[in-house]
Every structure is written in structure tokens, then in C-alpha cells.
């Protein structure tokens, strides 16, 4: 989900937006990466049933507005572009990303991983999964727990 992944760059170790961007063909700003505190926030507020601040991811929105153009290419194929500079368009697509999370279903089965210092958001695929990913963060669990349990 690209709103997720745009919100779990900011891991407990290290801030991986720069090269997450570079990944998409977005460019980093300053304003993409406020933006993803205020998608962070309403993600979280929208799960809880709270009202999410939406002036934010809406002003990204409105900054680039998108329209519908139509080609030739052995037949007709209709395309979205957006108006808007480099920058604007991003900020846009990165809104419109968190605008499908937050009307989807899917926010209200977010959850913050119970890993260790972990902070990453996930859908679980199964409702009890509390981990990011089983093979780190529940693994890193269980390798606690083990030594806890044959400490004494
Ligand atoms: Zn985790």
C-alpha cells in the first residue's frame, strides 16, 4: 500500500524517504516530508475513529490537480496527468495515495507493530498478527521471550 509505505520510511533506525522517493521518480522536499507526518497522523486518527486533519493531505491534493487525457495508440487510451511542477505533482500523487487509504476499509484494521522499538504501520493479512514481519520483529520477539523464559 503506497501510503503505508510512504509513512513506514521513518523507521526506529534510520529515515529512508530520500531513497524511497528516488525509488518512486519522486523528489524529496521538505514539504513531502511534512506531508508525511500529517499522512501518519490521520492514518492513525482515522483508525481510531477520530477525526483526521485532512487540510493538509487536502491542500497537497488541490496543489496538483489531476485530469484525464486521451491518446492514440492503435486505439483510443484514456491517461491521467496532473498540472502542477515536479514537486506539487508529488506532494499530489502522495496525497491521493493516503486519500485511497483513509476512505478504503482497510484504515481501521491498521496496526503499529508491538516489535521491539518498532513504529512501522502494516494491514494484517491475518486479523492476530501483531508484527511488521514475522521473519524481524516477531522473531526478535520470540528470541526474547526464549531467553527470559531460560534465564534462570
Ligand atoms: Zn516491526
Redesign the pocket.
Known amino acids: 500500500m503506497l501510503a503505508l509505505d510512504f509513512v513506514n520510511t521513518l523507521t526506529a533506525e534510520e529515515d529512508r524517504l530520500p531513497q524511497w522517493l528516488a525509488e518512486q521518480g519522486l523528489p524529496w522536499s521538505e514539504a513531502v516530508l511534512e506531508l508525511r507526518g500529517h499522512v501518519e497522523a490521520a492514518v492513525l486518527a482515522a483508525r481510531d475513529g477520530d477525526e483526521p486533519d485532512l487540510a493538509p493531505v487536502n491542500a497537497a491534493l488541490r496543489g496538483a490537480p489531476a485530469y484525464e487525457v486521451l491518446s492514440w495508440s492503435g486505439s483510443v487510451v484514456r491517461t491521467q496527468e496532473r498540472q502542477g511542477d515536479e514537486v506539487s505533482r508529488a506532494l499530489a500523487v502522495l496525497a491521493g495515495a493516503a486519500a485511497d487509504l483513509l476512505t478504503s476499509p482497510a484504515v481501521l484494521k491498521v496496526k503499529t ?1 508491538e ?1 521491539p522499538g ?1 513504529r ?1 504501520l502494516f494491514v494484517p493479512a491475518h486479523p492476530r498478527r501483531r ?3 514475522p521473519a ?2 516477531g522473531n526478535r520477539v520470540r528470541v526474547a521471550r526464549y531467553y527470559q523464559r531460560h534465564k534462570d
Do not use: A, I, R, S
Open positions: 507493530c516489535g518498532c512501522l508484527w511488521c514481519d524481524t520483529c
